[in-house]
């Protein structure tokens, strides 16, 4: 089975603070993708990434960068967190494998809280 | 920018009962996905549907296309208390998306015992 993780399921932050967000998977897919869910709005794509150190912006990329360094870890990063970043971040990765066709393997989720 | 819409927002049932969720999008896709979110977690994938298919089935899931009307709908037969979750819907836009997604807001099924 895949298994994508998050380094943190809660993680509670300040303003201004620098924040990294981790995911890995172990089933050696080509894309990830990060998202935040957010009430009312449903799942909104911030960044993916198709290749080692490839990435492509999202919907919302404001507010935040990431990193792929090694083909199985993504990371996601607030350089100044604020309160408005205050939400669900959700990790998933997926592979066209022989059909083409992918679906999306998501992690548990980090819920951020910015103060 | 969202490209599916769920409908209804929220579904209350009865054990036993079927759960019918439909989605609406906007452009052409690929194909069209389904998952399941429990509360506080992260989503799992239901099902999928190809573009040139109408009908298919897993279990106790039918989902439909109609790629005219650009809407799919979910069907749950003989509903549990463990179907209670919410829903999405997803997109894979036709024209070189890389395979991102793009997600519905939800709807939220609960099922009563």
Redesign the interface.
Known sequence: DVK?TQSSRYLVKRTGEKVFLECVQDMDHE?M?W?RQDP??????IY?S?DVKMK?K??IPEGYSVSREKKERFSLILESASTNQTS?Y?C?S?S?GTSG?????????T?LTVL | ??QGEEDPQALSIQEGENATMNCSYKTSI??L?W?RQNS??????LI?I?SNEREKHSGRLRVTLDTSKKSSSLLITASRAADTASY?C?T?GSGGS?????????TLLTVNP
Do not use: C, I
């Open positions: 994508v894309n993708f998202y009312g709005l449903g799942l909104r794509l993916f198709y492509e999202g919907d669900m959700l998933a997926s066209p066709y992918n679906e999306q393997f998501f992690g548990p989720g819920r | 920018s969202q690929n194909n996905q998952y506080g977690r992260g989503l799992v994938h999928l190809r999405f997803a894979e890389n395979y991102k997604l793009t997600f519905g807001k939800g």
